[in-house]
C-alpha cells in the first residue's frame, strides 16, 4: 500500500513567520524598508508578523472574499484535516522542526489566531494587507 499526504485542492495553511523565515532561507536581519506580497497566503500569520516588523506587507488569497466567520472556520478545519492526515503518517515525516505533531498542531492554532486578529483588525476594504485575489488574474490592467 503507497502510504502518502493526499491533498485535495489548495490547501489553506495556517503557517507562521518563523516558518517562512526557515522554509524560504530568508537572511537575517531584515530590513523593514522592503516590501512583502504573500501571494496564496491563506491563513498564515506572515504578513501580521511582517508588518510589526515594518514591513509594507501585503497578503493575496482569493479565499479572503469568502465573509469573515466562514474563512476562520475553513482555516480551523484545515488544521483539523492536516493534522489527523499527520497523525496516520507520523512516521513518514521529520518532526525535529516542531518537536512533535501536538507542537505541530499548536504552532498552526497560534498562528491561525495572529492572522484571524490581523485580519479582522485590518477590515476588508481591499486597501489594507489582505487582498482578495488570484495571482495573474487579479491584477491590476496594465497602463499601456
Same mark, same amino acid.
Not at 41 to 49: E, R, V
Not at 123 to 135: F, I, Q
Given at each position: ?8 485542492? %489548495? $490547501?489553506? %495553511?495556517?503557517?507562521? #513567520? ?5 522554509? *524560504? $532561507?530568508?537572511?537575517?536581519? *531584515? =530590513? ?10 491563506? @491563513?498564515?500569520?506572515? %504578513? @501580521?508578523? +511582517? ?28 488544521? =483539523?484535516?492536516? %493534522? +489527523? /492526515? ?6 513518514? #515525516?521529520? #518532526? ?9 498542531? +499548536? ?5 491561525? /489566531?495572529? *492572522?484571524?486578529? =490581523? *485580519? @479582522? $483588525? ?9 487582498? +482578495? ?7 491590476? @490592467?496594465?497602463?499601456?
Amino acid at each position: 500500500m503507497d502510504r502518502k499526504y493526499d491533498q485535495v485542492g %489548495t $490547501a489553506f %495553511t495556517c503557517r507562521s #513567520f518563523a516558518e517562512y523565515v526557515r522554509m *524560504f $532561507a530568508l537572511a537575517e536581519p *531584515f =530590513d523593514p524598508r522592503g516590501e512583502v506580497l504573500d501571494a496564496a497566503a491563506g @491563513a498564515s500569520s506572515f %504578513t @501580521a508578523a +511582517a508588518a510589526r516588523r515594518g514591513f509594507r506587507a501585503v497578503a493575496v488569497d482569493p479565499r479572503y472574499r469568502l465573509p469573515q466567520e466562514e474563512l476562520f472556520r475553513e482555516a480551523r478545519t484545515e488544521i =483539523d484535516v492536516s %493534522t +489527523a /492526515k499527520l497523525e496516520g503518517l507520523q512516521d513518514l #515525516f521529520d #518532526f525535529s522542526y516542531y518537536g512533535s505533531l501536538d507542537h505541530h498542531r +499548536a504552532g498552526r492554532e497560534a498562528s491561525l /489566531k495572529r *492572522f484571524m486578529d =490581523d *485580519f @479582522a $483588525a485590518d477590515g476588508r476594504d481591499g486597501s489594507g494587507r489582505y487582498v +482578495a485575489g488570484e495571482l495573474p488574474h487579479d491584477r491590476p @490592467a496594465s497602463p499601456v
